[in-house]
């Protein structure tokens, strides 16, 4: 785990150069951000990804299967940008863009918001990823398009829609099985165990598909006594269904997800009462979603998504006596005033719809309404609190000539609870250089309303004390990027991508969870300023069965205390990390075998807090490496076989050092980020029938 920071660079770079030196012939769908990927995050309608106004990322369905993930994060975690941070307690992750995450990320499943909690994401992980044909991620402000939530940016998840236009029944079936550090045992209980089954069947017309999907996290222990881990056990059953109909001019489907998810928590036995405390994490969701695609006519067509989610999570809570081999209820009332029981709802409403009409080649307009309904309730929360956003939105692409693109919009919105500005602008801006360069300007405003639980949350037992804050304000922020892209086809089979992006955030009223002096309690406060500032340079190449990429960043993080006159410190206005990534796939048609490596290499990440005293205090989360390789093998027409290891650099614990401006104090501790090396095999049986 200990590397220093060239040594791997080079050594990358290296392999990256050789690689690229060899007459290898990479498949066109497999390099990330090409020109003529269609995307439709954002879009008026679907368009090659070379003419977007927006930056935008693309994950493909062939980038996804040879990442063997079991979740959504897994594929996320190797992009340049993004950031994870597990909390082992709840079994949760929450997820950064461009230094900014929380709620300010939106998630989408095929464009409508997906319902989570907290700030943290758990609907990236209760999503299923063998049913995913592709993600799409918008670096920047959104919030024109997509409301609230959007102000670093969107990742889009788009489902698996079938064959277009043709007459087939396929059924796939998936089984993977993966070890957690040294630990394993076959299908069940140590390691990670997933099994899935897809079937999906066309007819011009009518697709019908149904999948479940089972995931099962055994858990690690690491140093923890029995039977506690530090890694919580967690078992997830997945299911769902889709109806669609389409005609030339009218596209409508239906779609039904479910999960069941259950989160295992055990504290150390002890060992002259035999006595532990279990608590269980239970989780139901419901996400019914309905679109409908409708070209009225040649320049006009109609969008329009429906969805209506109910998320509950229970907490469940027992003290086992190991002697005796008891179970004993914690449901006092004092326990279920604590949370020990409890049982937190949350629904979404969810309307949009939009009209794009394309007036001529140089003009087009798209107008759209939406509303969003959010309630909860449970033992941890205030009341039956709800909060309504309705918005009106409008947007335009203006091209005076071929080579320029504007796109101006606004957006007017009415919060319930909350004032929003008056008006939320963007502009984005692309423009051609040449034939090869494109330079895309962006400038948008942002708003965020706190979310409910930010407002209405209270929780208090031995170890934690969490209440909301009803006097909290809204987030507004300000957001400017600039991008230049340089796109080269040297032959037929030979293309080459570079893009140079530049962009700052600035926040007020930015939502933090802070402790409350010197106690115990934890509540949520506005700070006066926030900023983010960063640059990114990505490349990518494929010549014929080889494609790669590498990436690099280098975020600022804004010090608050630096402008803070009343707190002596001579600390820089920003703490900088550095960030390089690496997707590496090559194909060898002969053995019809691909291979792929993924490496990112995540520097120290530095925040400014203050201490008892006052004083401004340096805390940096250390720097490491992070490697997949993966190794697919078709045989037959049917079975594909997959191998490989994940986390090659057997990272597993961070050391969070702790150092005042002076050096006087100096402390550190050490966070669990993964449980070590691991190893996984699975096969891939797929059956279509036309």
Known sequence: MHHSFLKPAISLLTIFICFISKTANAQKDTLQGRGDEVIVTGQYTPQPLKQSVYKIKTIDANQIKMHAATDVIAVLNNELGLHFSPDNTLGETDIKIMGVGGSRVKVLLD??????????????????????????????PMSVVYGTDALAGVINIITKKGYKGKNNLSVTAKFQEETIGKTYYPFVDDGIHQESLNVNWNNHQWRVSAYFTRNNFGGFADTAFFP?????????????????????????????????????????MNINTGLSFRQYYKTNRYTHIAQ?????????KLNTSISYQDYQ???????????????????????????YWDITKFKTWFLRSTVAWI??????????????????????????????????????????????????????SKNTVYDAPPVIPSINTKIQLTKNIDARLSYGRGFRAPILRELYFKFNDVNHKVFGNLLLKAETSHSFMASFSYTKSITTNKKFNSTLTGFLNN????????????????????????????????????????????????????????????????????????????????KIEKLKTNIGFYYKFTGKIPTYILDELGGVILS??????????????????????QGGVKNLFDVTKLNNNVTNPNGIHSSGSSINYSYGRSYFLSVILQWTKK
Not at 111 to 132: E, H, M
Not at 229 to 256: C, H
Not at 381 to 403: A, L, M, R, W
Not at 542 to 566: F, H, M, P, Q, W
């Open 313 to 339: 999570r229970n907490t469940e809570s027992y003290t086992k006596n190991y002697k005796y081999g008891t179970t004993e209820r914690d449901d006092t009332p004092e326990d279920i005033a604590n949370g």
């Open 507 to 586: 926040y007020t009223n930015f939502i933090e969870l802070y402790q409350k002096g010197i106690s115990d309690t934890f509540s949520y406060f506005n700070i006066n300023k926030y900023k983010t500032v960063g640059v990114t340079l990505e490349n990518a190449f494929t010549c014929k069965n080889l494609s790669a990429s590498i990436g690099v960043s280098y975020i600022g993080y804004y010090n608050e205390y630096r402008d803070n006159k009343t707190i002596m410190s001579d600390d820089l206005k920003y703490s900088w990390s550095p960030e390089i990534t690496s997707n590496i796939f090559y």
């Open 292 to 300: 409908a695609n409708w070209n009225i006519n040649s320049s006009t």
């Open 228 to 268: 506690a881990k530090v890694f919580k056990p967690k078992e997830q059953f997945m299911s769902g269904a889709t109806l669609g109909f389409k005609t030339n001019s009218f596209n409508v489907w239906y779609r039904l997800d479910y999960l069941n998810e259950e989160i295992f928590s055990a504290s150390p």
């Open 359 to 412: 007036a001529n080649p140089k003009f087009s307009i798209q107008p759209g309404v939406e509303v969003k309904y959010d309630y909860t309730s449970g033992n941890r929360v205030e009341g039956n609190p709800s909060i309504t956003d309705y918005s009106f939105f409008v947007s335009s692409e203006i091209k005076p000539s071929s080579i320029i693109n504007i796109r101006p919009g606004i957006r007017f």
């Open 111 to 140: 464009g409508v918001p997906l319902a989570d909690r907290d700030a943290t994401k758990q609907s990236l992980s209760q999503i299923d990823i063998n049913s995913i044909e592709k993600i799409e991620i918008v670096e920047g």
């Open 620 to 641: 940096k989360k250390q720097a490491f490496h992070w490697a997949d390789l993966t190794i697919s093998k078709e045989f037959l027409k049917y079975i594909t076989l």
